[in-house]
């Protein structure tokens, strides 16, 4: 395609724009959810330890081969190898997976936005809103259409123009807020019908205190999975995205320091998403509801904490509002990459590019929305249509991408590739053995038994 590549203007526009990609539903929505779902701490821990080894190496890797490269995700693992070509197609499959059902969830947030301008939100704190809402038939693929139309608009404009300019005023503004409200949800108090009272306080130590007591071997697997599906999830690994962007990173750019701020910007905001979110869950529904809520535990919860806030609604809006705006700059990226790849591959045109991309994501984003309500009776492997697209791409394809990432990283094109990447301007590269050792031997071995419990479990061996 002959059109002009998007290039960052410097180091902080690619930080700004990889973090815009990375924060979003994944870090406010699906985050605190499992955390709450395993129990918390434990969660916590887990979480951090592969943070800072899975999650450094494959946010090196990827935008090491990007920048190496110069090409986006489609070509640039040919590039390297060329028996290995196969892996930039199924790297593209990722994001074609995730945006049909990340426009569903964004559709979620634009509708709890819509109605927190046009009332006071309190009908959002009712208990049955959110399930009557998402099981409904045509309201959440109407905002899930709006949803996709922004993004869609953004994209058929450009890289650098949509991505740089939105992340520069949300990321900042985002974290603000949310640690304004995580400081509130630890004030709150609540009487149950039986007199028990519960206090923000005691809901920090069910998200923070590790609870080894009923640890077994399944649990801790359980949690080890969960954990590195979110890792994927929220970094934006694994599905091409971050290959893209290296590509259009200046060689001047420190690759290291940018790893480490797009994964300190990413884990602030998830961990203080959880102080947010969990604490309030416990304080609303006991410790059993803090497992038991699942999906909708932040549409649930957060509009019952706004309703106890003096001008609740102005925060509910502003939250709303932002969380919408990662939402789009994370659904913005995904839809780039999709596009980018179509225009590469079919030498078609940005717009004609968007137009399919828009075709196929309302095709199957639909059967995502109906499957709450209309379609919850048609099951894929047991799970809804939205959780197993989310299954498929984030427990599936992303460990069998990264898996093959590492092979041909740490075997075949050797880890020098990336190492020499990263040292490329005379850089020190201090984790340089982690990553050595990481990519050739841990990570492979450990994506391999993931790959295989999952299937187990999944395939009633055992359950989970
Ligand atoms: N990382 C984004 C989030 O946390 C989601 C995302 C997934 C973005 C895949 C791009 C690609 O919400």
Redesign the pocket.
Known sequence: MKEKKSNFSGSIGFVLAAAG???????????PYLCAKDGGGLFLIVYLALVLSFGFVLLTTDIAIGRHTKQNALKAFGTLNSKWKFLGYLTFL??AL?MTY?SVIGGWITKYFCTYVVSDGSILSQDSYFTSFITSKFSPIVFMLLFLALTAWVVYRGVEKGIEKFSRFIMPGLILLILGIAIFSLTLSYTDANGTVRTGLQGLKVYLYPDFSSLTVKRFLGVLLDAMSQL?????VS?G?MVTYGSYTKNETSLTKSVNQIEIF?TVV?LLAGFMVVPAVYVFSGEAGTKASGAGLMFVTLPKVFEQMRGGTIIGILFFVLVFL??LT??I??ME?IVSSFMDRFGISRKKSVAICIIISIIMGIPSSLGNGAWAHIKILGMDFLTFFDYI?NSVLMPIVALCTCILIGWAAGAKTVTDEVKRNGEKMNREKLYNVMIKYIAPVMLVIILITYSMAQFGFFTM
């Open positions: 990609s990375a924060v979003g539903v994944g870090n406010i929505w699906r985050f990722v994001p995730i990340y994927f999830f929220s970094l934006s599905m995205i990413d998830a990662a939402a994370s659904s990226s995904i990459a791409s």
